[in-house]
């Protein structure tokens, strides 16, 4: 047996406690997605067979072969960045995409969805930190981009995902992720079916629970570093 048994019991140990820190929205659940980037379908599968019922990848190339092998069931959620090209194999191979950020993806995924006869749920990842690095739509292009969205009918906002910057004192990823929260939340007391705020991951998952994520997603505290197959 691998360590991820004790791994997995750890990460959920302390998302609970995280959430019984938080002091609004006690009663709401937080979910596990354990993300399988750059480790073996085998892991994969021992980590479902671990009662892991959300798994992460990041490419397509990679989740397509990923998929193609794994003979379990679990929710799929694609974390990475998407090309709009392939827009099609993603609306094929996932449940949630995570990483909306323009009106041209979230057109091609609706575009694919519709060939598919699928309604494809979705978020959009914000950058609230503005960082050079990363993708996602600024705060103050939020607004708009939802307005694109609402118009397409074969996607389903579901929520909000971001990253948080990976700043060595991690203290600094609470103010982000309380404004976070409270964007997710003045959205959500006008919509259905938002649900999802997708932040946390190994060196914040505790912080961003504390502070109302409802989705965590995290790789190296269950896997151990990853390994680049
Ligand atoms: C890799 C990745 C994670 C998991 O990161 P860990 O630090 O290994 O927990 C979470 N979210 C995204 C978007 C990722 O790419």
Redesign the pocket.
């Known amino acids: 047996m691998s360590m991820i048994v004790e791994n997995l019991k750890t990460v959920l140990s302390e998302i609970e406690s995280a959430r019984s820190r938080k002091n609004f929205a006690i009663d709401e659940p937080v979910t596990l997605i354990a993300?399988t980037?750059n480790h073996t379908v085998d892991l994969m599968q021992e980590a479902i067979d671990c009662g892991v019922k959300n798994i992460?990848e990041?490419r397509i190339q990679e989740a397509t072969e990923k998929f193609q092998t794994l003979n379990r069931e679990a929710t799929k959620h694609l974390?990475?960045h998407l090309q709009t090209n392939k827009a099609k194999q993603a609306v094929k191979l996932f449940d949630l995409i995570q990483s909306v950020d323009s009106e041209h993806l979230a057109t091609a995924i609706d575009k694919a969805a519709s060939s598919l006869e699928k309604v494809q749920d979705i978020l959009i990842q914000v950058n609230l930190a503005k960082e050079d690095s990363k993708s996602g739509v600024y705060e103050e292009n939020l607004q708009d981009l939802i307005l694109k969205v609402d118009a397409l009918e074969n996607i389903r906002l579901r929520g909000l995902m971001m990253?948080a910057p990976n700043y060595s004192d991690v203290e600094k990823c609470r103010p982000l992720f309380r404004r976070m929260r409270k964007i997710f939340d003045e959205l959500k007391l006008r919509r259905k079916n938002f649900d999802f705020l997708s932040m946390g991951?190994?060196?914040d998952y505790k912080i961003a629970v504390e502070e109302g994520a409802t989705l965590v997603?995290?790789?190296?505290?269950i896997f151990g570093d990853?390994n680049y197959i």
């Open positions: 993300v980037k992460g990041n974390i990475g990253i991951m190994t060196h997603r995290i790789g190296t505290a990853r």
